[in-house]
């Protein structure tokens, strides 16, 4: 990105402390993440178990994510956000104390795992939809790219921190966890914006307005639900600390080195994508990242060698963060404000599905066929997938210009 684009951005004090913040929150997930998933495989050393993880926090995001979405389109989405990073500094604080105590057990990280999942379904719509009220149109795609950079950024060093912390004590990462999340807290409490609620009446039609906004428009149905079939089964995150301790043969610093890989990876090609924006043949090169996802998840899958498996992850990372960019640039241009809070929450329900229900899915596939076939068969799936893409969603595979 040239000079004159970067302090544009930044000339924008709301989307600065808006930046900040989901760098300081974003940093903090994804501590809380690894440390809960090393806890709960201590706990009980069950690939079911950490597929439960993802289960427990993917089912109340489903249920509450679309009312979520109607009211980031009529309530104060700095608030929203800020509400919802509060709930899971809580839950960090929670854990910290139920560790010390001797009471963190398996239905606890479970519980804990319920109440992430319903802050997150509350927190992605009013998240998404925030953005581009802080920015000019112009600067969307570049502000999508920096925000994506940096939040990259903070999952290279979240996940790396967060192993290193629980090498040195399980309370002292959740502690950190809920002093950065306090932290993000604050900043998004100062961004000020123009808020225009929308003043549809509270209708089970207002609420499900998005559903039928995105299936009417078969490009941002084809964009959102190819990421939720591609991460569904070609994500491995659920198993990496199977992965790390049984067949890498590494502690939970390795671990914390696995999950910051695909963000390494996201974070180069982001910073590319600031420098040089898409301009051409954006439907295509979706397509293409998906497929490249998926081959780099084969490898992963079939790897016994450190270096490999890093790279094979750091490879999916750079091909998501090519997906992400385009679709979440196509999802705010291509939807009305008044609209943007439950178009947001749709896709927050694939990439909640994506995530949260992947990790299921593969914990559960890892229980009965072992960790590998369910990485290997998971990019597989998703290798065909995007070929299915490219015949189902014509208009998708064709669009040319992002904009």
């Known amino acids: ?66 009312p979520a979405g109607h009211l980031a389109d009529r309530l104060h989405r700095g608030r929203i956000v800020a509400t919802c990073m ?68 903070a999952i290279i060093c979240g996940p790396a921190l967060g192993g290193v912390l629980y090498a040195h004590g399980t309370s002292t990462v959740y502690l950190t966890c809920a002093t950065l999340l306090l932290l993000a807290v604050a900043l998004v409490a100062a961004v000020r914006y123009a808020h225009r609620p929308s003043m549809l009446a509270t209708t089970w039609s207002s609420v499900l307005a998005g559903v039928a906004f995105v299936w009417r428009r078969k490009l941002l149905l084809g964009a959102t639900s190819l990421d939720l079939f591609a991460v569904l089964l070609g994500g491995a995150t659920a198993l990496l600390p199977i992965y790390a301790r049984d067949i890498l043969h590494t502690g939970p610093e390795g671990l914390g080195l696995l999950r910051a890989a695909p963000a390494a990876g996201s974070l180069v090609m982001s910073l590319l994508l600031m420098r ?93 066929f072992g960790p590998i076939a369910s990485v290997v068969s998971g990019g597989i799936g998703t290798l065909l997938i995007a070929a299915a893409w490219l015949r189902l969603f014509p208009t998708l595979a064709r669009r040319d210009h992002i904009a």
């Open 1 to 66: 990105m040239s000079n004159s684009s970067t302090s544009r951005l930044f000339a924008h004090k709301p989307f600065l402390r808006f930046w900040l913040a989901r760098l300081s929150g974003v940093t903090a997930n994804q501590m809380l993440m690894v440390a809960v998933a090393w806890h709960m495989y201590d706990i009980t050393s069950s690939a079911w178990d950490l597929g439960l993880v993802g289960l427990f926090q993917f089912l109340p995001a489903l249920l509450m994510t679309l």
């Open 86 to 153: 509060l709930a899971q500094a809580a839950m960090a604080l929670l854990l910290v104390v139920a560790t010390q105590r001797g009471f963190a057990t398996r239905e606890l990280i479970l519980a804990v795992a319920v109440v992430l999942g319903v802050a997150r379904a509350f927190q992605m719509p009013a998240q998404q939809a925030l953005t581009p009220l802080l920015v000019p149109q112009e600067l969307l795609q570049r502000a999508i790219a920096l925000s994506s950079s940096g939040m990259q950024a």
């Open 276 to 368: 040089w924006p898409l301009k051409r043949r954006v439907g295509q090169r979706l397509l293409s990242a998906v497929a490249v996802f998926g081959l780099a998840t084969v490898v992963f899958g079939l790897s016994t060698h450190f270096g490999l498996s890093l790279l094979a992850l750091a490879l999916t990372g750079a091909a998501d963060s090519v997906s992400v960019v385009i679709r979440m640039t196509l999802v705010q241009l291509e939807t009305p404000d008044d609209m943007r809070g439950r178009v947001s929450a749709v896709n927050s329900i694939f990439i909640g599905a994506s995530n949260q229900l992947g990790e299921f899915e593969s914990g559960s596939v890892a229980a009965l």
